[in-house]
C-alpha cells in the first residue's frame, strides 16, 4: 500500500472529527455534571469544523486516496454536508430531554460523534474493508446508544435485540462479500465491477454473494423481512438516540448500499433488481399497514421508516442514473422529516412524562397552534401531499420507476401510499378535532423551538421550491457515477 501526504487531504474532515473526539474525551472527564453544555458546544464545533473542510473541498471530479479504499466525490461531500446537518439539528432537539432525565452525560455527545465518524467513513469508501469498518463504527456506537439509559429494562431489551440481530445481519454481509472476494480476486470495488464486465468468475458464487449482501444491506435499511428490530429499537431506545437512529444513518446506508450495489456490482443489476422489486414491496405493504394499527407514536413512525425504506429502494433498483438521484433526494428529504416527528415527540414531553401515545397528541391546537401546524406540515409530508417537499420525493422516485418500464410497480406503490396517508392524517385529525388530555404548557428551549420551526418550515419551502436540492442530488450523482 503506497501512502504520501496528499493522501491526508480529501481525509482531513474524518482527521480532524477524531482529532476533536479524543479532545472532547479528555476534556469532558475534568468535567462535573453541571459544566456539560461545554461538551455540547464542543460537539457543535467539531461538526461546523467538519462541515466547513467539507465544503472547502469540494470535487466535481471523483478523487481516490489510501490505494483507492477512499473516494471524495460529489456525492460523499453532499451527503456529508446533509450528514452534519442533521446530526446537529439532532443535538440541539435533545439537550432539553437529556437534562431532565439525567442523560446529560458526555458519553452521549462522544458517542454520536463515533457514529458520525462510521457513517462519513461508509460514505467514502470504495473497499469491501472500508465499508465495514465504517458500518461497525457506526453499528457498535448506536448499540451503545439505545442502551444509554441503564435504569430502562425496555432500553436494554431493545440494545440486546439490536446488538443480536446486527451481529447476524453484519455475518451475512461479511459471508457475501467473501463469495464476491473468491469469484473476482479483489475487494476494491472497482476492481469488482471490471472482474464482472470481463466475465471473471462463476455465476452460482456471485448470486449467492449478491443475496447475503442484499440481505445485510436490507436489514441496516430495516426492510422487510429484516425489519424486526426497528420498532422495538425505536420504541425502547430513549426518545433522542430513536431520532438519531431515523434520521442520520439513512443517509450513510443509502450511500453504502450506491457503493456496492452501484459502483460495484452494477453489472448483475438484473440479480439484485428482483430482489429489491421484492423487498421494496414487502416494505411498503407490512410498514403502512401494520403502522394503522399502533397506538404508540414512536412505533407508528418506525413502521411508517419501513415503508419509506421500501419507497427509497425504488430509485435504486430503477437502475438508472435519475432514479440514483431520486433516491438520493428522497433520502435527505426523509432525514430532515423525520428529524422534525421526533423532534416534536422531544417538544411535547417534559420531566416525567413521554409524550409517545397518539392520544398525547390530542388537542395540540388549542395548546400550541404552531406545534400543530408544524406537525401537520411533517405528517403531510410524509403523507407526499403537495405543497411539502415529500409529494415531490415520492413523484421523483415514481418517475424513474416509470421510466425503468416498472409501471405496475409504480401503481402499487401508490396504493400503499395512499394506505399510509390514513395514520399520518389521523394524527391531524387528533391535533385539531379532538379535545385536549393534556393541559400542561409546552416547555422547550427557545433554540429548539427556533431549530424546530426552522425545520418544519424548510419542509414548506423545499415544497413550493424542490428545484435546487434534486438538481443538487442529480449533479452529484451524475459526477460520482
Known amino acids: 500500500m503506497t501512502f504520501n501526504m496528499t493522501d491526508l487531504i480529501p481525509l482531513l474532515p474524518e482527521i480532524f472529527l477524531l482529532a476533536m473526539l479524543s479532545f472532547i474525551l479528555i476534556v469532558d472527564v475534568m468535567l462535573k455534571d453541571e459544566q456539560r453544555f461545554i461538551t455540547y458546544v464542543l460537539s457543535l464545533i467539531t461538526l461546523a469544523g467538519c462541515a466547513w473542510l467539507t465544503f472547502k473541498g469540494l470535487n466535481t471530479e471523483p478523487v481516490y486516496v489510501m490505494s483507492s479504499m477512499f473516494v471524495d466525490d460529489a456525492m460523499a461531500d453532499v451527503l456529508k454536508l446533509a450528514l452534519y446537518l442533521a446530526v446537529a439539528i439532532m443535538m440541539v432537539y435533545s439537550r432539553s430531554y437529556l437534562q431532565l432525565r439525567g442523560l446529560y452525560k458526555g458519553e452521549y455527545y462522544v458517542l454520536t460523534l463515533f457514529a458520525t465518524l462510521g457513517m462519513m467513513v461508509m460514505i467514502s469508501a470504495s473497499h469491501f474493508l ?151 414491496v414487502l416494505s411498503m405493504a407490512l410498514g403502512n399497514i401494520t403502522a394503522i394499527a399502533q397506538t404508540n407514536l414512536k412505533r407508528m413512525l418506525a413502521y411508517s421508516t419501513i415503508s419509506h425504506m421500501g419507497f427509497l429502494l425504488l430509485g435504486i433498483l430503477a437502475g438508472s442514473q435519475n432514479g440514483y438521484s431520486a433516491s438520493m433526494f428522497y433520502s435527505v428529504v426523509y432525514a430532515l422529516m423525520s428529524l422534525g416527528g421526533f423532534g416534536m415527540i422531544l417538544l411535547l414531553s417534559r420531566q416525567g412524562f413521554e409524550s409517545e401515545e397518539l392520544d398525547d397528541l390530542k388537542g395540540l391546537n388549542q395548546r400550541s397552534p404552531w406545534a400543530a401546524f408544524l406537525m401537520l406540515l411533517l405528517m403531510f409530508s410524509m403523507a407526499g401531499i403537495p405543497p411539502t417537499v415529500g409529494f415531490y420525493a415520492k413523484l421523483s422516485v415514481l418517475q424513474a420507476v416509470v421510466e425503468a418500464d416498472l409501471i405496475w410497480l409504480a401503481v402499487v406503490a401508490v396504493l400503499f401510499s395512499l394506505i399510509g396517508a390514513y395514520y399520518y392524517l389521523r394524527i391531524v385529525k387528533l391535533m385539531y378535532f379532538d379535545e385536549p388530555i393534556q393541559s400542561a404548557p409546552i416547555q422547550a428551549s427557545s433554540d429548539m423551538r427556533l431549530a424546530l420551526s426552522v425545520n418544519g418550515l424548510a419542509i414548506l419551502v423545499l415544497g413550493i421550491l424542490p428545484g435546487p436540492l434534486m438538481n443538487i442530488c442529480a449533479i452529484a450523482i451524475q459526477a460520482s457515477l
Not at 439509559?149 to 425496555?154: A, E, F, L, Y
Not at 464476491?180 to 458464487?205: F, M
Not at 430513549?238 to 443509502?254: G, H, M, N
Open 130 to 280: 472500508t465499508l465495514y469498518l465504517g458500518l461497525e463504527l457506526l453499528s457498535l456506537s448506536l448499540y451503545a446508544m439505545v442502551a444509554l439509559n441503564r435504569d430502562s429494562p425496555v432500553a436494554t431489551e431493545a440494545a440486546m435485540k439490536y446488538f443480536v440481530l446486527g451481529a447476524i445481519a453484519s455475518g451475512m454481509l461479511l459471508y457475501g462479500m467473501s463469495m464476491i472476494y473468491g469469484s473476482t480476486g479483489s475487494l476494491l470495488l472497482s476492481d469488482v465491477s471490471v472482474a464482472l464486465q470481463e466475465g471473471i468468475g462463476q455465476k452460482i458464487p456471485l448470486v449467492f454473494g449478491v443475496v447475503f449482501i442484499v440481505a445485510g444491506l436490507a436489514f441496516k435499511l430495516g426492510a422487510v423481512p429484516f425489519h424486526m428490530w426497528v420498532p422495538d429499537v425505536y420504541q425502547g431506545a430513549p426518545t433522542p438516540v430513536t431520532l438519531f437512529i431515523s434520521s442520520a444513518p439513512k443517509l450513510a446506508a443509502f450511500a453504502f448500499t450506491i457503493r456496492l450495489l452501484v459502483q460495484g456490482l452494477e453489472v448483475l443489476h438484473t440479480d439484485w433488481r428482483d430482489m429489491l422489486i421484492l423487498l421494496s
